[in-house]
């Protein structure tokens, strides 16, 4: 088994190694494209490969699709790390490339290693799980202090109350836990954040390139 887990990260590596600088989309694999929360993912796909940077999500169907097809459509790149699944999760036909991995533990670190932000769409157990570990990581300082975004308001108020009001109030996370999460159905306001945080905390600069491709950052 440690072999198979080695093997799978350098898998992992070699397939991403040129992934350029990307965000993550986390979302769920059951919304149909004529859920309005496809609309949404398909649009935040395209502000963030309009602004230059790499669309990477779990390459499944669903959301994950959404954001990888408004990457793709505007020229920009769009990356998937798929699990395998009893119930078969084919990757979407929206992906430039992707890897597939056994173990959901090797694919959270890839979605994680490459991406300067992320952001997460209405989702369930899954969605849940790859937010909270990112926002662990942070609280941590596992990780650096990246952009963690929520899109969906509607969908995620119970929660976004239940962060606020009972583990802020009872001190199990601090204020400025929960402050560090962007709430907003704006992809464009999502994908400014995000793009002045590479810039101003990470160092990326924009490079030039023709006007029918999308700016490069790295």
């Known amino acids: 088994m440690a072999s198979r887990i080695f093997s ?28 309005p929360y496809y609309a949404l993912g398909r649009e935040l796909g395209a502000c963030l490969a309009r602004a230059g940077f790499t669309v990477m999500t779990g390459g499944g169907p669903g959301l994950m699709e959404a954001a990888n097809r408004g990457a793709q459509e505007i020229g920009g790149r769009s990356l998937g790390s798929n699990i395998q699944l009893t119930h078969e999760e084919a990757p979407n036909p929206y992906l430039d490339s992707f890897v597939q991995f056994k173990y959901f533990f090797v694919r959270k670190v890839m979605l994680a290693k490459y991406s300067y932000a992320f952001v997460s769409l209405p989702g369930g157990f899954g969605t849940l799980d790859e937010l909270f570990e990112i926002a662990t990581l942070i609280q941590s300082q596992k990780m650096r202090d990246f952009p963690c975004i929520i899109m969906g308001r509607e969908y995620w108020q119970p929660l976004l109350d239940f962060l606020s009001g009972t583990l802020v109030r009872e001190g199990t996370i601090d204020q400025a836990d929960f402050d560090r999460l962007l709430v907003t159905d704006s992809p464009e306001e999502a994908v400014t954040y995000i793009r002045e945080a590479a810039i101003r905390k990470f ?16």
């Open 203 to 218: 160092g990326l600069h924009y490079v030039e390139r023709s006007k029918q491709l999308p700016p490069a950052v790295k």
């Open 8 to 35: 799978e990260f350098i898998q992992g590596f070699r397939a991403l190694y040129d992934a350029g600088p990307c965000v993550t989309v986390f979302g769920s694999a059951r919304f149909e494209e004529s859920h």
